[in-house]
């Protein structure tokens, strides 16, 4: 089975929604680093949907983890493979995930992307288990969503740390 963003190219049909969200619109046909590729149209997408209050932003995340459940999991069968790189509908949604209630600015974002790829690179515990436990889209958007999870939980420290700081600075 492939992997790689050059083996789906001649099987992607962007005229078929499905293969559209898989690849987030053909960001995962970047010929080097998809991932990443893809997390930057997470980032536009979320400067897009920050501006819902949040539990919209909420309830529009999760329905766009549920049709990316169901979109991967057919163009990963479309393409016979379990895990293609060029899908990666599964960071966009995992990087929006990673942003729910994040601090405003764009050093937050730019954090937020930084922790969100360590994270789906290197698949902590238990991370890398997850797309082992569970098979087509639900593992392959799982193991983003928990990268998300884990990015999301670091971000809000380094929020919360940074905050005591300076109510810290300013009591002197």
């Known amino acids: 089975m492939s992997t790689s963003a050059e083996a789906a ?3 992607m049909n962007l005229s078929d929604p499905k293969h559209l969200l898989a690849f987030a619109g053909g960001a995962g046909l970047a010929p080097k680093a998809p991932g990443t590729v893809g997390t930057l149209v997470g980032v536009a997408l979320y400067l897009l949907l920050s501006m819902l209050p949040l539990v919209l932003y ?3 995340v999760a329905g766009l983890f549920a049709a990316g459940v169901w979109a991967v999991g057919q163009v990963a069968d479309d393409l016979g493979a ?3 790189a060029a899908i990666v509908w599964d960071e966009v949604v995992g990087f929006l995930i990673a942003m729910i209630a994040a601090p405003a600015g764009i050093m ?3 954090a937020g992307f930084a922790l969100f790829r360590a994270f789906d690179i290197y698949k ?3 991370i890398a288990g997850l797309q082992e436990r569970f098979k087509g889209g639900l593992g392959i958007m799982l193991d983003d969503l928990a990268a998300g999870v884990y990015t999301w939980i670091v971000l809000h420290i380094m929020w919360l740390m ?6 810290g600075a300013g009591a002197h």
């Open 58 to 60: 909420v309830v529009v």
């Open 108 to 110: 937050w974002i730019i």
């Open 82 to 84: 379990d895990d293609p």
């Open 162 to 167: 940074v905050e005591a700081s300076l109510r």
């Open 9 to 11: 190219a001649p099987n």
């Open 124 to 126: 902590p515990w238990p």
